[in-house]
């Protein structure tokens, strides 16, 4: 049971270069987040899907895209990376249930953008 | 959308004292207010969580309060030991949805030996 599995673990990019951070759960969770974190800023949500097929923008989601594939996977993609994106991008989940839910993370993608 | 503030930025005590960090929320829609831990390098933990029907909850050491006349939630850990060094963020969310959390923008517990 490895919880939550995100790679790659490290990336440098070339402004401009795409890519994409993928992200899969085997604790059969319905919903899944993209958050990504800066230096003193907290963690911020970028996209989130409720259940698979299903996915919205979080507080900052201008410059990507995401892909809910199936319950497992969600898939965050950089399709023009930009200097403003370098940043450590955690995925999560979490079953979702009223009143509250726990959300587990995944180890985490360092990406730097040149 | 939800604003979630957090203080201190930075908390040093000695090891064997008291610490305490609060965040206030300004959704009143929130009910579910966890608290993660980051050691350096790691993924977040979460360590305590309370939903707005609880005021208190405590788990050994650690215990979280919340006010929600105020809108305000505080963590307490007590008789600090050095392995409790790390970054903690507070976060609230609407319950009931898939609506991702709001974090606080951490602090960083320095424990003195």
């Known amino acids: 049971n490895a919880g939550v599995t995100q790679t790659p673990k490290f990336q440098v990019l070339k402004t401009g270069q795409s890519m994409t951070l993928q992200c899969a759960q085997d604790?059969?969770?319905?919903?899944m987040y993209w958050y990504r974190q800066d230096p003193g800023m907290g963690l911020r949500l970028i996209y989130y899907?409720?259940?698979?097929?299903?996915?919205d923008k979080g507080e900052v989601p201008n410059g990507y895209n995401v892909s809910r594939l199936n319950k497992r996977e969600f898939s965050l993609r950089l399709e023009s990376a930009a200097p403003s994106q370098t940043s450590v991008y955690f995925c999560?989940?979490?079953?979702?249930?009223?009143?509250?839910?726990?959300?587990?993370f995944g180890a985490g993608t360092r990406l730097s953008v040149l | 959308g939800e604003n979630v503030e957090q203080h201190p930025s930075t908390l040093s005590v000695q090891e064997g004292d008291s610490a305490v960090i609060k965040c206030t929320y300004s959704d009143s829609a929130s009910n579910y207010f966890p608290w993660y831990k980051q050691e350096l390098g790691k993924r977040p933990q979460l360590i305590i969580d309370i939903r707005s029907n609880v005021g208190e909850k405590k788990d050994q050491r650690i215990a979280v309060t919340l006010n929600k006349t105020a809108k305000h939630f505080s963590l307490h850990i007590t008789e600090t030991q050095p392995e409790d060094s790390a970054v903690y963020f507070c976060?609230?969310?609407?319950?009931?949805?898939?609506?991702?959390?709001?974090f606080g923008k951490g602090t960083h517990l320095i424990i003195q030996p």
């Open positions: 976060a609230a969310k609407r319950g009931g949805g898939a609506d991702g959390l709001t």
């Open positions: 999560a989940s979490s079953t979702s249930w009223t009143g509250g839910d726990i959300q587990y």
């Open positions: 604790m059969n969770h319905n919903s």
């Open positions: 899907s409720a259940s698979e097929g299903t996915t």
